[in-house]
């Protein structure tokens, strides 16, 4: 993707930035993907500015991984390509119009977080956040919605979604922060243009995007109307930088690291310095009211994306905990047993809820449906709340290897590896059991474990995030009643 052109004759300065135009690809190679990374965008890693993403050695494993995005269209493409009267497209940007197209989604969603083990890949949470605003903006900013959806499609873009600010003092407003820049703001407008100033943090894929969806991460209040504010921008506009975190930066071997040598995610702190936005690309200016609504309206889909794209990494623990018993010889073990029920019943509650919350998709404004949000925060808590535990029976079962075990060079050292072969042979040989430990190590305890640790707590919102919406979308209307029908049949005897 291309930076944002400034007009030809105005200095560069006070150019008004303007959407780009280029010819249309509705479906981009992996390769295409990649090379459209090369562009001017500003990012610092480990306190350096990197020059051309694309190539740089450290993010290749992200953009490798991301690559799964694009190249699902090639492999699967009855699951990844859509169909509309200009031809095929990516369906992670098929606007949900039935509940069949939620399952389908979900689907879709799994299939490439399989490939992506366990964890999203790209196009994911921006086709939320797309499917956030096209239900819930209003006026004019629904109208640049679906032009922005139809951009989209027709360039098959990737997009990062900016929607948590810094926050400062978490007891406080936005209008109430010390520093008014600790969530995202308008600080000027023109005829043609916003100008937004402050700073997102978690914002994963901003680095090899092409474009950043920035949404309100809250409901607002009177007083707030500069925070108020959602937009979309090629990462390369002049005045955002993004500063990535260095987690899991250090080169992995697959003997020690099965996973984490061969996929990651990149995240930023994602700052906007005075960025001057085209008004084509405002989705909500102003509308406090509407803040919250969009905020809510892309978790409705976040969370779906969420807990489908953890049926494979459930999948990975209740698979590594079967193997890893069977290969330390404790499989027929009555307290394996029960900890391997316990390990499904977890998983496949998750898995029903997935299921159920397409199953029961509610129709949204202008017939975008919507997952239930009952059924969705129910899968998202009961997965967040559950896997540290799963975590740890998982652990419970390789034994203590997973922290103390040999690596990759020691493995590759014949001498060493005799050794190896000989003492670590449990009831299967040593090469399956340490290689079923190591996954283990790397899903759980590991800085890719670890990484999923916070992931699982925090990521697509806290548990106590889940907890309200759980509340707030529960209909108390039938057991109420039921209750109210009890205590009027005892009255009356
Ligand atoms: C790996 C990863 C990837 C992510 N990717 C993205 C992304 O792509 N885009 C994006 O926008 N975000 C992303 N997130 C952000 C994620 O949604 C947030 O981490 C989550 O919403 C929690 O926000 P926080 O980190 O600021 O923590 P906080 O909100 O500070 O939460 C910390 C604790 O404070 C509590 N708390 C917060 N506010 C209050 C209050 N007012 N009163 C009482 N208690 C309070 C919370 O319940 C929690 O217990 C990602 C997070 C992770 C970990």
């Given at each position: ?382 997965f967040a709340h559950g896997f540290h535990e799963a975590a740890r029976t998982v652990i419970d079962l390789a034994g203590g290897l997973v922290a103390t075990g040999p690596g990759g060079a020691d493995w590759a050292n014949p001498e060493v590896r005799a050794v190896l072969e000989k003492y670590f042979v449990g009831a299967v040989p040593a090469e399956e059991r340490l290689r079923a430990i190591h996954l283990v190590g790397d899903l759980t305890s590991g800085a890719w474990g670890g990484y999923q640790s916070v992931l699982a707590t925090h ?35």
């Amino acid at each position: 993707m291309t930076a944002l052109d400034t007009t030809a004759d105005a200095p560069a300065d006070t150019a008004v930035p303007s959407v780009p135009s280029e010819p249309t690809v509705r479906l981009r190679t992996a390769e295409e993907y990649r090379a459209g990374l090369r562009d001017g965008r500003k990012v610092v890693y480990q306190g350096r500015y990197i020059d051309d993403v694309s190539t740089f050695p450290e993010f290749d494993t992200a953009i490798e991984h991301s690559a799964h995005a694009y190249r699902i269209a090639q492999d699967e493409p009855e699951l990844a390509v859509a169909h509309d009267d200009r031809g095929a497209y990516s369906a992670f940007y098929r606007v949900p119009r039935s509940p069949e197209d939620l399952v389908a989604r979900g689907r879709l969603i799994e299939s490439v977080c399989r490939r992506g083990a366990g964890t999203i890949v790209l196009k994911e949470v921006g086709s939320d956040a797309v499917f956030g605003i096209l239900r819930a903006a209003q006026g004019q900013g629904r109208v640049n919605a679906e032009a922005y959806w139809r951009h989209v499609v027709d360039h098959d873009v990737a997009l990062a979604v900016a929607q948590s600010d810094v926050k400062g003092d978490r007891s406080k407003g936005p209008a109430g922060q010390a520093d008014p820049d600790l969530y995202v703001r308008v600080v000027a407008e023109d005829a043609e243009s916003i100008t937004v100033r402050g700073a997102k943090v978690h914002t994963s894929f901003s680095a090899n995007a092409d474009e950043l969806v920035v949404i309100p991460t809250r409901a607002m209040n009177p007083g707030d109307e500069a925070y108020a504010v959602a937009f979309a921008i090629p990462v390369d506009t002049p005045g955002v930088t993004l500063y990535v975190s260095p987690y899991l930066d250090a080169p992995r071997n697959g003997f020690e690291h099965p996973i984490s040598s061969r996929h990651k995610m990149l995240e930023s702190l994602t700052v906007f310095d005075d960025v001057r936005v085209p008004k084509s690309r405002v989705f909500l200016h102003g509308d406090v009211e509407a803040a919250g609504r969009i905020a809510l309206a892309f978790v409705d889909y976040h969370r779906f994306t969420a807990v489908n794209y953890k049926l494979p990494l459930l999948d990975a623990l209740v698979g590594a905990a079967s193997l890893v018993a069977e290969a330390n010889g404790i499989s027929r073990a009555a307290h394996v047993r029960a900890k391997m029920t316990e390990l499904i019943t977890y998983a496949e509650t998750v898995r029903g809820f997935a299921d159920l919350s397409a199953l029961r998709a509610v129709e949204g404004e202008g017939g975008v449906w919507l997952p239930d949000p009952l059924s969705t925060n129910m899968a998202k808590y009961h997965f967040a709340h559950g896997f540290h535990e799963a975590a740890r029976t998982v652990i419970d079962l390789a034994g203590g290897l997973v922290a103390t075990g040999p690596g990759g060079a020691d493995w590759a050292n014949p001498e060493v590896r005799a050794v190896l072969e000989k003492y670590f042979v449990g009831a299967v040989p040593a090469e399956e059991r340490l290689r079923a430990i190591h996954l283990v190590g790397d899903l759980t305890s590991g800085a890719w474990g670890g990484y999923q640790s916070v992931l699982a707590t925090h990521a697509e919102g806290s548990l106590e995030a889940e907890r309200m919406q759980i509340l707030r979308s529960f209909d108390w209307s039938r057991p109420r009643a039921y209750a109210q029908e009890l205590i009027d049949l005892g009255a009356r005897a």
